[in-house]
C-alpha cells in the first residue's frame, strides 16, 4: 500500500496517476472527499482528514509499505512557521507510532540551510525533525524551483502584458517540472532504494533564467515580445498581499528570493544523470499555453 499525502496537489496527484496506471494499491490523504472522487473512481482508497490530526495520521499510515509526506502550502496562515510546525510534528509523530519502515519526504533545495530561506526553513526543521525518528528508512527528496510557479504570472500576463517577480531575471537557476517530481517519486517509492536518513537532490533539466523562461512561454502564448520584469522587494511584498497572501508568508516568501537572488540555493550546482531530469523548459512551456488559453 502507498500511501500519498497532499494527494490533490501538484506532485501528488502525478503521483496517484502513476502508482494507479500500475496496478498499485493506493491511499491517497486528503480533506475533501470531492476532490479525491476522481481518484477513488479509479480505485484509490480515500483518506479524508487534515495532516494536523496526528489520531488520523496513524491510522493512515498503518499498514503502508512506504508513505510519501509533505508540509502542503498555506498561503493565509497567520503564523506560516507555526503551521509547518504543527503539520511536521503531526506527521512525524505519525510515522512514529504507525510503524511504517518506508517514507519519502518532500523538502526543497536550500533544505540544508537552517536560515534566510522562508518558507524553506520549515522544510530544513522538519527533515531534522524526522531524521531523529527509529527504526525508519527516510528519504528526503529536495526538488528545485517549480515550473508550475510560472503560472502565477497568468493573471499578471492577462492584465498588465508582462511577467515580474523578486528574483533576478537574468540569472540562471535550476528548475523543473513536477511532473518529474512525481516520476522520481515513484521510483523511489517502487524501488525502496535508500535506508536510514538520506537526501536526492533533483534539479530539473537544465538551469533557465525567468528572463529566458518569460521570452520562451511569451512565444508559446503568441506574445513573442513578453517581458520579465525584476520588482523591488517592497513591491513585490505588496503584490503578493495584494494577491491574497498574508503578511507573514509574503515575507518568507521576499526572504526565499533574496537567498535565492544572492546564490543560497538552486545556483550553480552540479549536475549529474541522476539529479538531472528530462522535462525542458520549451515542453513545459507547452502546458503552459494550454492551460494560459483554457483559463
Ligand atoms: N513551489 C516550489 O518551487 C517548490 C520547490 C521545492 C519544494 N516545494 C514544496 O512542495 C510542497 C508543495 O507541493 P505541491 O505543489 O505538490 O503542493 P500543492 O499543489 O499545494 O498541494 C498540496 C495539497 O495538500 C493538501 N492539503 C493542504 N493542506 C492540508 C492539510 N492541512 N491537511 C491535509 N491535506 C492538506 C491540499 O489538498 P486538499 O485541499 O484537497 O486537502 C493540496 O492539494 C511544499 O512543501 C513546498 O514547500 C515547492
Same mark, same amino acid.
Given at each position: ?21 500500475? %496496478? ?6 486528503? #480533506? ?12 484509490? !482508497? ?16 498503518? *499498514? ?16 506560516? #512557521? ?22 519519502? *519526504? $518532500? ?34 527528496? /529536495? ?7 510560472? $503560472? ?5 500576463? =492577462? =492584465?498588465?502584458?508582462?511577467? %515580474?517577480?523578486?528574483? /533576478? ?30 537526501? #536526492?537532490?533533483?534539479? %530539473?533539466? #537544465? ?29 513585490? !511584498? =505588496?503584490? $503578493? ?26 545556483? *550553480? ?27
Amino acid at each position: 500500500m502507498y500511501v500519498i499525502t497532499g494527494a490533490t496537489g501538484n506532485i501528488g496527484s502525478k503521483l496517484i496517476e502513476i502508482m494507479l496506471s500500475k %496496478g498499485s494499491k493506493v491511499r491517497a490523504v486528503g #480533506r475533501s472527499a470531492d476532490k479525491l472522487k476522481p481518484f477513488a473512481d479509479k480505485g484509490a !482508497e480515500a483518506a479524508i482528514g487534515d495532516l494536523s490530526d496526528s489520531g488520523f495520521l496513524i491510522k493512515t499510515f498503518s *499498514n503502508a509499505t512506504v508513505v510519501f509526506s509533505m508540509i502542503p502550502p498555506y498561503y493565509t496562515a497567520r503564523d506560516f #512557521r507555526a503551521y509547518q510546525n504543527e503539520i511536521g510534528a503531526s506527521i512525524a509523530e505519525a510515522i512514529q507510532k504507525s510503524g511504517v519502515r518506508y517514507v519519502v *519526504n $518532500l523538502s526543497s533545495q536550500g533544505g540544508q540551510l537552517p536560515d534566510k530561506t522562508g518558507p524553506i526553513k520549515g522544510l530544513h526543521d522538519q527533515e531534522g525533525r524526522l531524521n531523529k525518528l527509529r527504526d525508519v528508512n527516510i528519504l528526503h527528496v /529536495r526538488p528545485t524551483y517549480f515550473m508550475e510557479n510560472l $503560472l502565477m504570472f497568468i493573471p499578471m500576463i =492577462k =492584465k498588465m502584458n508582462m511577467a %515580474g517577480s523578486a528574483i /533576478r531575471g537574468d540569472m540562471k537557476f535550476a528548475m523543473i517540472a513536477t511532473k518529474d517530481i512525481a516520476k522520481f517519486i515513484a521510483e523511489r517509492m517502487e524501488k525502496r532504494d535508500f535506508s536510514g536518513k538520506s537526501v #536526492r537532490d533533483i534539479l %530539473g533539466q #537544465r538551469d533557465v533564467s525567468l528572463n529566458e523562461a518569460v521570452q520562451i512561454i511569451g512565444r508559446k502564448i503568441g506574445k513573442p515580445d513578453l517581458k520579465y520584469v525584476q520588482f523591488s522587494y517592497e513591491d513585490a !511584498e =505588496k503584490g $503578493l498581499i495584494g494577491a491574497g497572501l498574508s503578511e507573514d508568508v509574503s515575507k518568507l516568501f521576499i526572504e526565499m528570493s533574496k537567498a535565492l537572488n544572492e546564490g543560497l540555493f538552486a545556483v *550553480n550546482l552540479i549536475r549529474t544523470p541522476e539529479n538531472t531530469t528530462e522535462t525542458s523548459i520549451n515542453e513545459f512551456a507547452d502546458t503552459y499555453a494550454k492551460i494560459y488559453t483554457s483559463g
